[in-house]
C-alpha cells in the first residue's frame, strides 16, 4: 500500500482544489490520502464528493485530517489531527478562534509588508487565498503567510514563495512577522481525542524552520495522548529520522511518512514520502471520531 498521510488543498495554504487533491492521489497511484488542512475541515465535503465519483473500486481511501496550530516554551509546532469528529463543539471552537486569528494576523502582516515597501494588497492576498472560501454553513478556509509570500512573488519582492520566509520578511521573528494564536499542544492533544481522533506530531524535527520541541516536550504530548511521530519527511535528514524513531519506540508511538504535499507551491510530490501498512492501522485502530471513506 502507498500511503500519504499529509497533504493540503486550497481550503488552507495549498493550490490544488480538494477535487484536485483527490484525483493527483489517483494519478499518484495512492491508496490513501489524508486531506489535512491547517486549522480547518472547509475542504471535505468537496474531498468526499470527489472520492464517491469515482469508479467504484478504485481503491483509494480518503483520510479526514487537519493541521493544528501550537505552541509550546515559544516554539511554534504543528499537530496533525486525524478522524476526529469535526463537529464536537470543543474541538471545533478552538478550530474557529486560531482561523478566525489568522485573518486578523495576515492583515497585519500585509499592513507591514506595505510598511517595508511591498507593493501588495489585501485584496491581493484574498484574491490568492480564495480557494479557501466556504460555502455559506460550512467551515470557512484559512489565509496564512503562503498566500502573503505568493502575493509578494507576483509583485516581484521575491523570486519564489520560499525565498518570502527569511528574516527579510515573512520568517518567525523577521521584519514582517506578526504572531498569531497558537494552541497549547498538550490542550490540543486532549482536543483531539475527546473528538474520537487521532494526534499526530508533524515534522517534530524539522529544524531548518525554526527551533524544534525537546524530546522532553514530546515526551510529555505521549503521556497526554499523542499517537505518532511524523518521521519521513522532506525537512527530516537521516539521522533526524533515525533519533525520531528510536523516540517512538522508546515512547510507544507509531511513526507515519508524508509528503506534506501543497500543489504547485512547493516541490514535494504526492506520495514522495509514505507510511507504512501497520502504522496505518495503528492509527485507525485508535479513531472512533470518524471513518475513512473508501472508494
Not at 493527483?24 to 475542504?43: I, K, P
Not at 504543528?78 to 482561523?99: C, G, K, S
Not at 466556504?134 to 507576483?154: D, Y
Not at 529520522?241 to 528510536?246: D, E, M, T
Request: hydrophobic content about 40%.
Amino acid at each position: 500500500m502507498r500511503i500519504d498521510l499529509h497533504a493540503h488543498s486550497n481550503a488552507s495554504d495549498g493550490t490544488d482544489t480538494p477535487a484536485e487533491l483527490v484525483a493527483a492521489a489517483v494519478a499518484a497511484g495512492l491508496d490513501v490520502v489524508a486531506l489535512t488542512d491547517h486549522d480547518t475541515v472547509a475542504g471535505y465535503p468537496e474531498a468526499i464528493a470527489a472520492v464517491q465519483a469515482l469508479p467504484a473500486g478504485t481503491g483509494l481511501t480518503l483520510l479526514p485530517g487537519a493541521e493544528i496550530s501550537c505552541r509550546v516554551e515559544g516554539i511554534s509546532m504543528h499537530l496533525l489531527a486525524y478522524l476526529f469528529d469535526p463537529t464536537e463543539p470543543a474541538f471545533a471552537q478552538e478550530r474557529e478562534l486560531t482561523r478566525t486569528d489568522r485573518f486578523r494576523r495576515a492583515r497585519l502582516v500585509v499592513e507591514r509588508c506595505q510598511e517595508l515597501g511591498a507593493p501588495i494588497t489585501w485584496e491581493q492576498v484574498e484574491r490568492i487565498a480564495a480557494g479557501g472560501a466556504s460555502r455559506p454553513g460550512e467551515e470557512q478556509g484559512s489565509v496564512g503567510r503562503p498566500h502573503i509570500a505568493s502575493a509578494l512573488v507576483e509583485a516581484g519582492v521575491v523570486a519564489t514563495v520560499s525565498d518570502a520566509f527569511t528574516s527579510e520578511w515573512l520568517a518567525e521573528h523577521g521584519r514582517a512577522h506578526v504572531p498569531k494564536h497558537e494552541t497549547d499542544p498538550v490542550e490540543a492533544v486532549k482536543l483531539v481525542r475527546a473528538a474520537g481522533g487521532v494526534p499526530v506530531f508533524a515534522h517534530p524535527g524539522a529544524a531548518k524552520r525554526g527551533r524544534t520541541v525537546s524530546d522532553q516536550v514530546i515526551g510529555e504530548l505521549a503521556a497526554a495522548g499523542l499517537g505518532g511521530l511524523e518521521v519521513d519527511h522532506i525537512d527530516h535528514d537521516e539521522p533526524t529520522r533515525a533519533r525520531l524513531r528510536a523516540l517512538a519506540a522508546e515512547l510507544g508511538l507509531f511513526t507515519t511518512g508524508s509528503s506534506d504535499y501543497h500543489g504547485s507551491r512547493k516541490t514535494v510530490r504526492l506520495g514522495e514520502f509514505t507510511t507504512a501498512p501497520d502504522a496505518y492501522q495503528a492509527l485507525l485502530a485508535q479513531a472512533t471520531g470518524a471513518r475513512p471513506i473508501v472508494r
